[in-house]
């Protein structure tokens, strides 16, 4: 599987043995995903055990190989809101719960198999969390739940009526309170967990950002060859009403006004790419300066990143887009490389603002992002591209990271140990 949300959970699997924690995964066995990336298990296949349901043996170090997997297309992101909105209303918290009763019983396997100490869940999908409360609930296990998103405001979540809302939120509460720690991505997420729920305080939740493995670009840098034009470069989806609409729209006023540059600027999208977009780039008559590359494996993503110019990335706005901190905007930190940012105002824009070498634009303003076009490409020909603040980045490398994740599971465990120790006393 991949994408960006797999990549925080492999980093942790990847670095917490360095910090003293042996990982054991439950999973399940691939069949359906918008993308697949086979280096990502190859990182993690030798640092912790993966139990996948699905399975006939359960432990299998890379299933797709021998079943295969399927990666599913669509043509426009609406086709596949629509089929999340019809899951969402029949199935609650997500689609996973289907899964659950078959986690559960591969679960009670590895405890009866293993020496576990601390059970860690990562939403979402919430069903995680149900799994982990579950387990917490008949084994004693402390407990440590990661929201790589919120729950109840998440902007991509389908409510078609107060029921399900409120279904959802009885859910949170009794994860919340059976959670020995929380940790979410960012402050913003942190605030609403606090403001909806107020017994959880703010010892109770700590904040672990979204980062990036300076392993994997150390490894790209032999084979970074620089291209001839100057590269904006997008990777991530289009999904969940983002759009790559405005951004089109900004290269082609560039060129209009500029003619001259159409064949010295170069845009390449790495990642799915909606179909209706590459019929409206015929359109706006750029195709020549458009290079759609579709998802690519994330070793190759980052060789891309180095070789670009420039970084772009766009937040939609949503009811609830200050939420975001999506997980690309650290791999493009990670790259060091100028960023074109279309994002309102929220969490990714206060760290944009921080990482200095960036032009922050509103996500639809077609004219902010030429003029920001014009300006980059202008200091690109002066070699006088902005250089990004040094400290600020490193403060997001993964294994510094999961260095802090496994210091909460030191905490959590001994004063697990400590309540243990005074009640046997008392």
């Not at 990847?14 to 995903?33: I, Q, S």
């Not at 405001?153 to 809302?165: A, E, I, L, V, W």
């Not at 591209?385 to 980045?393: A, F, G, H, R, T």
Request: net charge negative; charged share 30%.
């Amino acid at each position: 599987m991949g994408m960006g949300g797999v990549q925080r959970t492999a980093k942790f699997v990847k670095y917490l043995p360095d910090f003293g924690w042996e990982p054991y995964v439950l999973t399940t066995t691939p069949k359906l995903y918008l993308a697949k990336d086979e280096c990502l298990i190859k990182e993690v296949e030798n640092k912790a055990k993966i139990y996948r349901t699905g399975h006939p043996e359960h432990k299998q170090d890379n299933p797709a190989k021998e079943y295969g997997h399927t990666v599913v297309k669509f043509k426009n992101d609406s086709n596949r809101k629509l089929l999340s909105n019809i899951a969402q209303t029949f199935l609650i918290p997500d689609s996973k719960i289907l899964w659950k009763s078959g986690a559960l019983r591969l679960a009670e396997k590895i405890i009866e198999e293993e020496k576990i100490d601390l059970l860690y869940a990562t939403a979402p999908p919430y069903t995680d969390f149900l799994i982990a409360y579950d387990l917490k609930k008949k084994h004693g296990f402390p407990l440590v739940i990661d929201y790589r998103d919120s729950w109840i405001d998440c902007p991509n979540n389908f409510y078609p009526t107060s029921f399900h809302k409120e279904r959802h939120r009885k859910l949170e509460t009794k994860v919340l309170h059976a959670a020995d720690k929380v940790v979410t991505i960012n402050s913003r997420i942190k605030e609403l967990i606090q403001y909806r729920y107020n017994f959880k305080t703010d010892g109770d939740i700590e904040i672990i950002p979204q980062g990036f493995d300076q392993e994997d670009f150390d490894k790209q840098m032999p084979n970074v060859v620089k291209p001839s034009k100057m590269r904006i470069t997008y990777s991530g989806s289009f999904l969940n009403y983002y759009t790559p609409k405005y951004f089109l729209d900004g290269l082609a006023k560039v060129f209009s006004k500029r003619p001259e540059l159409k064949d010295k600027i170069e845009a390449l999208f790495m990642g799915t790419f909606p179909e209706e977009f590459k019929e409206y780039i015929e359109q706006l008559g750029i195709t020549n300066a458009v290079n759609i590359l579709g998802y690519v494996e994330h070793s190759l993503c980052i060789k891309y990143l180095l070789e670009s110019d420039i970084l772009w990335m766009m937040i939609n706005k949503t009811e609830r887009s200050d939420l975001h901190s999506t997980g690309k905007l650290y791999e493009y930190f990670g790259a060091r490389k100028p960023i074109l940012a279309c994002v309102p105002e929220g969490v990714a824009r206060e760290s944009l603002k921080n990482y200095g070498a960036v032009k922050l634009t509103e996500p639809d303003d077609s004219d902010a992002i030429a003029a920001a076009i014009e300006e980059y490409y202008d200091l690109h020909e002066k070699n006088n591209l902005p250089v990004p603040n040094e400290d600020m980045i490193l403060s997001y490398d993964r294994k510094k990271l999961a260095g802090e994740l496994a210091a909460q599971f030191d905490l959590v465990e001994s004063n697990v140990h400590h309540e243990t120790a005074l009640t046997e006393h008392s």
